[in-house]
């Protein structure tokens, strides 16, 4: 086997480290695969050459333009993903754990593009939430709006996913203009460094905005901002230790950590051995323990049974894990690949060791002789703690490897206070699920045990074709959790991308905070439309072009007919004494759909032109009530513009309908294609 000399990315080029490089193993044979270090460069150079060169071209591109780099760089990998599958069976993992890595982490790359074009505006700021009045009569408000950091994204990731533990940092860290340096675990740097390669080698990102350290990072810390974010997964040890760098403290730069947690199972008090729910917590169990040989973050380590289910979960679990040996993870059949190293192993059985001091080894031997004496193998591994509420340390010990601890919580009809309290045992994780077919058990978990757990997937009979299961982060929701599980989020869509970016509260004009912003805000100056609104493309709409329309009067025909025509005969359009007796209106009243749809044949135009079609209302209100015989006026303001094609873009218009005394009846965003 050819060993590859890993390399670091530094500055703009490929330079391998100087002294000598440590030696990094196949988990397969114990062969050396590549040879690793980072000595030799300069720290504060690789920080400074991201915040001069990448970082300004990053916070000049709009987020359309990240999200199109983030697309291309997905789409890259994708072509050449073969290659990291090859490296990656020297990971250990079998064809099926390196589709999560790789396949995972591409998938990663699309969500965020999408999102990025999708849900974040065409622009440079993200606006938080509505305009705040702190004025009585509108000249003075405010708002909150988030901007790009203007340091270093330094990304130090843990060695079980060396592609999608750097990808699911790195795709709302570009997203939101900031760069990036990656440290991957040393163990698997070479399957990360070939999918940095990949991406550098797509041409799509400015030079710096992705740097690379194979080895050990020296004096980075002392050279972090009040503008860098580090982002940390791994053990809460070492967590703790890069908390406490003094520069940290000092400066005041982010840190976010993702730590190994003791997560937990649950199986309802509702269960038999014959429910749906039964089988499926055995299935995911059993699944949470071999694949990746048990090295995931989310990896059930404790699971609660009710105690008249407890030899019935034993003899189901010890079944299905007896199907699933160790073996190479290039053949076909092999469906559990092995640890990460042989030091891995080692540390797994002495923290085996740990736990089988309050709890019995019911499954497994872990000191049995690998398949391969050089590889680093171990068998599924499964104890029992029938004293949860004892000395077991299970609720404390964390074997990072193919092990779980079966134990059980007493039941008094639906009540789950016993396994709250045993599950929040583990002084917090990143996901816990729960197999019940029992909502008010459902609600009484989120109750209990929510503020414990950064995650909480329910799986039952209904959900289990589609669920993504119990250890599958994705990347629409928050990856993360408090306490043990480090007290920080990843990924969870947009939330994701303000990670790394400041949140400020700006405060001014309305004018003022629409001319940053780009978004027109109700006070700020509007220009009286010269011609119909809808007979201008988009590029020639410009913010805050307003049509004021003529008024109509709404009769009691228009509410009858409207009545029969659509089948709303609510008693408060069409029953006089009985709308008078309601104090919300005191007499019948227009439809609000009645009002919507004459509200938009005052203002539309009927010709073909630009619009190409009205897609949807946001944020409708109905505020006032309108009698009949009372007449409507529609205020149709451009608000927000996002090019989503380079013929056509959104239009986001400010609707708001007024009564003939001037006040506000209804109002609503519009949203209309225009053609560009």
Not at 140 to 151: I, K
Not at 358 to 372: L, M, W
């Amino acid at each position: 086997m050819k060993v590859i000399t890993l390399k670091n990315y530094a500055e703009g080029r490929w330079t391998a480290g100087a002294g000598a490089p440590a030696e990094l193993r196949s988990a397969i044979d114990g062969e050396v695969v590549a040879l690793a270090s980072s000595q030799g460069l300069d720290f504060a150079a690789m920080l400074r050459f991201a915040r001069e060169r990448a970082a300004p071209l990053l916070r000049a591109a709009t987020f359309h333009d990240r999200a199109k780099m983030l697309k291309a760089l997905a789409e890259a990998l994708t072509a050449r993903k073969e290659e990291l599958y090859e490296l990656s069976y020297n990971t250990g993992a079998t064809k099926a754990d390196s589709w999560i890595d790789i396949d995972g982490g591409i998938g990663t790359f699309a969500v965020y593009q999408g999102k990025g074009r999708r849900e974040l505006p065409n622009e440079r700021i993200l606006i938080d939430g509505n305009v705040e009045a702190l004025s009585r009569n509108g000249t003075f408000q405010g708002l909150h709006v988030y901007t790009s950091l203007q340091g270093v994204a330094v990304h130090i990731n843990a060695f079980n996913f060396p592609v999608w533990g750097m990808l699911e940092k790195l795709a709302p860290t570009l997203l939101a203009g900031m760069p990036a340096i990656v440290k991957p675990a040393s163990a698997t740097a070479y399957l990360t460094e070939a999918a940095v390669r990949i991406m550098l080698e797509a041409n799509v990102l400015p030079a710096g905005a992705l740097q690379l350290i194979v080895g050990a990072t020296g004096d980075l810390f002392d050279h972090l901002t009040c503008q860098d974010v580090v982002s940390f997964t791994g053990s809460a040890q070492t967590s703790a230790k890069l908390k406490q760098h003094p520069v940290l403290a000092r400066e005041g730069a982010r840190f976010m950590a993702e730590q190994d947690s003791l997560n937990a199972s649950i199986l309802g008090h509702d269960t038999t051995p014959e429910s749906p729910e039964f089988e499926l917590f055995i299935k995911e169990v059993a699944k949470e323990m071999t694949v990746k040989a048990g090295q995931k973050c989310t990896a059930i380590r404790r699971a609660f049974v009710p105690a008249r289910l407890l030899d019935a979960a034993q003899e189901a679990l010890i079944a299905r894990l007896a199907k699933a040996a160790p073996g190479d993870p290039r053949e076909e059949a092999t469906r559990m690949g092995a640890l990460v190293s042989v030091a891995q192993r080692e540390d797994v059985r002495a923290r085996i060791a740990d736990l089988a001091r309050s709890s019995e080894i019911v499954f497994g031997d872990p000191s049995a002789a690998p398949i391969n004496p050089r590889g680093a193998f171990m068998g599924p591994v499964l104890l029992r703690c029938d004293n949860p509420w004892g000395a077991c340390a299970a609720h404390d010990v964390e074997a990072f490897g193919p092990v779980s601890t079966l134990m059980p919580y007493s039941t008094s009809g639906s009540d789950a206070g016993e396994v709250i309290a045993l599950a929040n045992r583990g002084r917090g994780s990143l996901v816990m699920s729960v197999f019940t077919h029992d909502e008010g058990f459902a609600s009484e978990i989120v109750y209990g045990c929510g503020a414990y757990h950064g995650r909480i997937a329910f799986i039952d009979r209904r959900s289990d074709k589609e669920s993504t299961g119990h250890g599958s982060p994705m990347p629409h929701l928050i990856h993360g959790g408090p306490g043990r599980a480090g007290g920080g989020e990843e990924l969870g869509g947009v939330r994701g991308v303000t990670h790394y970016m400041q949140r400020t509260a700006l405060q001014g004009h309305p004018g003022v905070l629409a001319s940053i912003t780009r978004r027109w805000v109700s006070g700020a100056p509007a220009t009286l439309a010269s011609e119909h609104p809808f007979r201008r493309k988009f590029h020639e709409l410009p913010l805050g072009y307003q049509l004021k329309t003529q008024s109509r009067e709404i009769s009691m025909d228009d509410v009858e007919h409207f009545a029969r025509f659509t089948g709303d005969t609510f008693y408060a359009h069409m029953d006089e004494e009985a709308a008078r007796a309601n104090p919300l209106f005191g007499g019948r009243v227009a439809h609000g759909y009645l009002i919507l749809a004459f509200a938009a044949g005052l203002f539309v135009d009927p010709d073909p032109g630009p619009v190409l079609a009205n897609y949807g209302l946001d944020n409708l209100r109905f505020v006032k009530p309108v009698k009949p015989g009372e007449a409507i006026s529609v205020a149709l303001t451009v608000k927000e513009k996002t090019l989503r094609k380079p013929d056509q873009g959104e239009v986001r218009w400010d609707v708001v309908v007024s009564n003939g005394a001037g006040d506000t009846v209804a109002a609503y965003d519009l949203l209309t294609m225009n053609a560009a």
